[in-house]
């Protein structure tokens, strides 16, 4: 073998040796020398927690500089035991920032860690907000809960949703209906999985679900004929196929009464799939002529009725105790045919009692801040209790925040400014802005600033559970 070959041969042998023989631990370290250099560590790994400050400074960012202040004071323990410095972090006379040694290996680096992952993207911040200590209002965490999962499976991260932990009061089949409505919606495999694997009690409510999903993202009427035959023409499914098609063709009928385009159609969040095709509502109708869902399907069609304008025809469907229904749904018919003034009348046209008239100036708040209309929305506020202030906050961004003509810009303090002290609202908006096809994002993400609204400080932090925190945090 040539000379230069065995003496490359050599090195990298050698190189393979050498790095695990470095990676032993050298110490003890006594004298001067080694005081001095504990004493710069310390120092260091305080300036670090002094300096950073929660609220100036992303959480990855402070993450990164507090987990190097806290191997410092692991590194001045383990080879520096009998120096000065040493002996007043383990005595708690030298402290790293406002906190403890023990303290901030324990409980500060964890907590951090979780903020950090919090304030990931907008799906992590929601979930953060969800699982607050304080966050204890179980209806608003189960709102919030839905909005995450349908979040999630709009994403298509169906492996993630599938095992996504649910209350037990709720349970597997909740959560269930709630992936197979978007399954189906997106055409995934595991709406079919979800079905075969269900239990047979559990079916009916399924596949009604599936009925619905399928009618709404397009399927024709001989497909939809063809999947009522396998189910023996379930009047039930007939009428969630009913209420499906209603969904889309408001949209649809409302795009050709303005003469707007049918592409970039949306319901909501959810595209309208194949606007170009049509179902007759009014002869589908007929078909659902016997049994409980007849009312429903009545009802649903009233408010397509409403939805385009169609007033009378509407109220001939419904009984009377049906106002609040017909009203919101005529309100989006005068929103989008800009006749701002007759929709703030409505409460007092369709003389809704009191409780039902909040419940109509609430959607009147969405539809108009969606319309950008400044002066009506702000009139409409005013019409609104103090109990309901919160709810009209949430409506209020809600609307902006599907609004395509006066898009919301995001920037990285918008979310934290919305003046909502409910975690449960403000994650709903940030789910819901995650999924609209007008995102527009300006500057540094929004979602430390939430973080730090909600969960600044670390003071009295209890024990982590998870020991993956632990590890994550460099215990």
């Known amino acids: ?33 080694a005081a001095a250099e504990a004493m710069r560590l310390y120092t260091r790994a305080n300036d670090f927690v002094n300096n950073l400050d929660e609220g100036k400074y992303s959480y990855a960012y402070i993450q990164f500089h507090w987990k190097r202040a806290g191997a410092n004071l692991e590194r001045i323990l383990r080879a520096y035991p009998s120096s000065a410095t040493a002996k007043k972090i383990q005595t708690g006379e030298l402290m790293v920032g406002e906190f403890s040694h023990i ?35 179980v209806t608003g965490r189960r709102e919030l809960l839905r909005q995450i999962i349908i979040t999630l499976c709009r ?20 959560l269930w209906q709630l992936i197979t409505r978007m399954a189906v919606y997106k055409k995934a495999k595991i709406a079919d999985e979800l079905l075969l694997n269900s239990k047979i009690s559990d079916l009916p409510a399924l596949l009604a679900i599936v009925a619905e999903s399928r009618a709404f993202r397009g399927d024709t009427r001989e497909q939809l004929e063809v999947f009522l035959q396998e189910h023996a023409s379930s009047p039930e499914l007939r009428a969630a196929i009913f209420a499906g098609l209603v969904r889309r063709e408001i949209q649809i009928q409302r795009a050709h009464e303005l003469k707007l385009p049918l592409a970039g159609l949306y319901d909501g969040v959810d595209a309208i799939q194949k606007p170009e095709q049509s179902i007759d509502l009014a002869a589908f109708l007929q078909t659902i002529t016997v049994g409980p ?7 649903n069609y009233a408010r397509y009725l409403a939805a385009l304008g169609r007033l009378t ?8 105790a049906e106002q609040l229904m017909l009203a919101t749904a005529y309100a989006e018919y005068l929103v989008a045919t800009e006749e701002y003034g007759q929709a703030l009348a409505l409460p007092t046209v369709f003389k809704l009692t009191p409780s ?57 303090h918008t979310f934290a400014l919305i003046p909502l002290a409910d975690p449960n609202l403000l994650g709903r908006l940030i789910c819901e802005w995650s999924l609209t096809p007008n995102r527009n994002l300006r500057g540094a993400a929004p979602w430390d600033a939430v ?16 020991k993956k925190k632990m590890e994550a945090a460099g215990r």
């Not at 994403?155 to 909740?174: A, N």
């Open 1 to 33: 073998m040539p000379i230069r070959y065995f003496t490359l041969l050599v090195i990298l042998l050698t190189s393979l040796v050498l790095p695990a023989q470095a990676t032993e631990e050298i110490g003890p370290f006594t004298g001067p020398e």
């Open 103 to 137: 303290y901030f290996k324990e409980r500060v680096l964890p907590r951090i860690e979780e903020k950090k992952v919090g304030a990931f993207d907008a799906i992590n911040n929601a979930i953060f907000l969800y699982y607050l200590p304080s966050n204890t209002d």
């Open 155 to 174: 994403q298509e991260r169906w492996d993630e949703v599938i095992t996504f932990p649910v209350p037990p009061e709720d349970g597997t089949p909740w």
């Open 293 to 299: 869902w007849q009312p429903e399907a009545h009802r």
């Open 313 to 320: 025809e509407a109220r001939s469907l419904v009984e009377p």
């Open 356 to 412: 039902d008239a909040n419940a109509y100036h609430l959607h009147l708040i969405k539809l108009l801040a969606q319309a950008g209309r400044e002066t009506e929305l702000a009139s409409t506020r005013t019409q609104l209790p103090a109990n309901l202030a919160a709810q009209a906050v949430y409506q209020e961004w809600h609307g902006r925040i599907l609004s395509i003509q006066n898009q919301l810009v995001v920037r990285e």
């Open 451 to 466: 973080v730090y609204k909600f969960a600044s400080g670390y003071a009295q932090l209890p024990p982590p559970k998870d």
